[in-house]
């Protein structure tokens, strides 16, 4: 395909958006007017159009519903304070992206059409983009293997989707984490560190067991001895001992955050000593116990920055100290959206502003 050439557009005849209220974003709940879908075959991606919000036709031997080759992104754009649009780390989220498409086996995409189609689309469904604070339009490009065959095989096509909807913070509260030390989320060597569909599928039951007991999430450890802290649900986990930033080093089994990314470089911006290392169960239960434990939280593209308030370790319930506007988690999560929003100046030169 030559990526230069403009997207085909059939925009929609009605459009949704008067059925948004804007001030009450749920999130997950609406979708933006448009998708963007292209489909690979014979050996590469054609070309992408865009059309109205709708249901796929699939068949049911398609090679995704068997056997999982399924990839997606999460992202967001942003309402600038001068009224423009911001997609937050686009690049990032390709180089994420890729690589989770590589642990799969399936195609890549290039920076031009990745950044071509996205523009695209923002661009077309940008009144979708809220005003409100702390609210966003998620960004969902994904991939599945579309193949009709029910013999187990990489597949050999595929179809590319990048649906939007407007969203309001994942988590209204703070978190209460209940450490799990018997169920699994990834192994080293495994696909942890891709995107793809079968990790949260894997993760949904011990999740489940974790609400009934009245926690929001789990915080998953070391699939070898479960001593080691690895990241929680939907999110990678920071603390703050001693006044050092600490977070468990990636790996194969731990997700690369593009927001964990940007937590780590904007904490070195304000003077803060990071620590990526191995973090123990123990040395968590300990710092909580003696106090030297000053902050925990999560982060995420669709959680942003999550206080957590209480973490169960050992079936024992241990909470946080209160966070003010002088914590870590609070100075990071503003000065976050200040360069997402354009008040602050964006020095690093993630933000992807559509003209």
Known sequence: MNVTEDIAIRKTANSKIDEVDFDHLEFGRY??????????????WHAPEILPFSKLELSPISLALHYGQTVFEGMKAFRMQDDQVNIFRPYKHLERFN??????????????????????????DSQWVPYSE????YI???????????GV????????????????????????????????RAAKGGTGYAKCGGNYGGAFYPTQLARQLGYDQV????ATEHKYIEESGTMNIMFVINNVLVTPQLSSSILDGVTRDSIITLAQDLGYVIEERPVSVEEVKTSLQNGTMQEAFGAGTAAVV????TINIEDADIDLPLWD?????????????DIRHGLETDFHEWNYILK
């Open 31 to 44: 979708t933006s007017d448009h998708m963007l879908v292209a489909d690979f075959y014979n050996g590469e």
């Open 99 to 124: 690589k989770s498409l590589e642990r799969m086996c399936m195609p890549n995409v290039s920076e031009e059409f990745f950044i071509q189609g996205l523009h695209s689309l923002i661009n077309l």
């Open 134 to 137: 702390g609210s966003s339009l």
């Open 140 to 150: 969902r490009p994904f991939i599945f293997a579309s193949e009709e065959r029910f």
């Open 153 to 184: 095989k990489v597949s050999e096509e595929y179809k590319y989707i990048i649906i939007t909807g407007p969203v309001g913070p994942y988590y209204a509260k703070p978190l209460k984490l209940k450490v799990e030390c018997d169920f699994v």
């Open 219 to 222: 915080i998953w450890t070391d």
């Open 306 to 309: 999550a206080p957590i308030i």
């Open 325 to 337: 506007e002088h914590s870590f988690m609070i100075k990071a999560k503003k000065k976050l959206s």
